[in-house]
């Protein structure tokens, strides 16, 4: 496996995958009956945003742990963002034939912003970095 | 009273004892390797015989540090078959390894040797 993925990072892939599909198909339900919409809505994305968290920091850690990457939360957030932009893209185009998709462009871009700050000393390989390793902790 | 002292000394020795041990382990790992290749296990029993058991380390952290260098290029491992069966990875220093353990002893370690540091590390103080 490589240096900064081990199968965890797939795992969480695998959770954050499934955790995605089951929000979208709580909110397609829930636009069935108007009458528990909003109440569906709060509880399922309440429950996602908590199984999401757990799920990051779970597999996150196991990933740090099996593989050598020192900021393994870039590789994380990074799933995170491309896995819930695809499928969200997804299902508001194809399963609910929403026209605005603005909403959801309009979280990727501010989010996709601070992912960008996020993972730039990893991708600039800046001084504090030597082969992804920050020099501090080398030693350490 | 004097009870009271010992125990604030012992204290204020452990916790420089703390900081200061913080940064040996690979100064320790370093010299395991420099002796000969081996095994997480000898490392490990190296450096606890060695340090007089005042440096223990987890097998854990140890393949986590000795991976980080193994990316860094500082050593690398062999395969061999151990006594009793499975395969253990030997590791040992690479060039790299070596000519950085040789830079540090030389800045760091050496320079504890000379006559006159020597005289005040061994002798009783003054006062």
Not at chain 1, 29 to 51: C, E, G, H, K, T
Not at chain 2, 46 to 62: A, N, V
Request: aromatic share 16%; hydrophobic share 45%; proline share 1%.
């Amino acid at each position: 496996m490589s240096k900064y993925i081990s199968k965890y990072f797939w795992l969480f892939c695998l959770a954050a995958i499934t955790l995605t599909m089951l929000l979208y198909g709580a909110i397609y339900w829930a636009m069935q009956r108007p009458a528990d919409r909003n109440i569906v809505f709060l509880i399922a994305s309440s429950a996602y945003a908590v199984a999401m968290f757990f799920s990051g920091w779970h597999f996150g850690k196991q990933n740090g742990i099996h593989s050598d990457v020192s900021d393994n939360g870039i590789f994380i957030h990074s799933a995170s963002y491309i896995i819930w932009g695809t499928i969200s893209l997804a299902w508001m185009t194809l399963a609910f034939d929403v026209v605005n998709i603005a909403p959801v462009l309009s979280v990727l871009f501010f989010w996709g912003i601070g992912l960008f700050f996020h993972i730039l000393p990893f991708i600039k390989g800046n001084d504090d970095r030597m082969n992804g390793y920050v020099k501090e902790e080398i030693f350490e | 009273m004097n009870t009271k002292k010992s125990e604030f000394q012992e204290e204020l020795l452990e916790a420089w004892e703390a900081s200061y041990k913080k940064g040996q382990l690979t100064l320790w790992l370093f010299l395991a390797l420099k002796e000969k290749e081996k095994y997480v296990g000898e490392i490990r029993a190296f450096i606890e015989e060695q340090s007089q058991g005042t440096i223990i380390c987890e097998e854990q952290s140890l393949y986590r540090t000795l991976r980080k260098f193994r990316n860094l290029e500082m050593v690398d491992f062999n395969e061999q078959e151990g006594n009793k069966g499975p395969m253990r990875k030997y590791y040992y220093l690479t060039a790299l390894g070596e000519a950085i353990l040789e830079q540090f002893i030389e800045r760091n370690i050496k320079l504890f040797f000379n006559e006159n540091l020597q005289e005040l590390l061994f002798s009783k103080s003054i006062s």
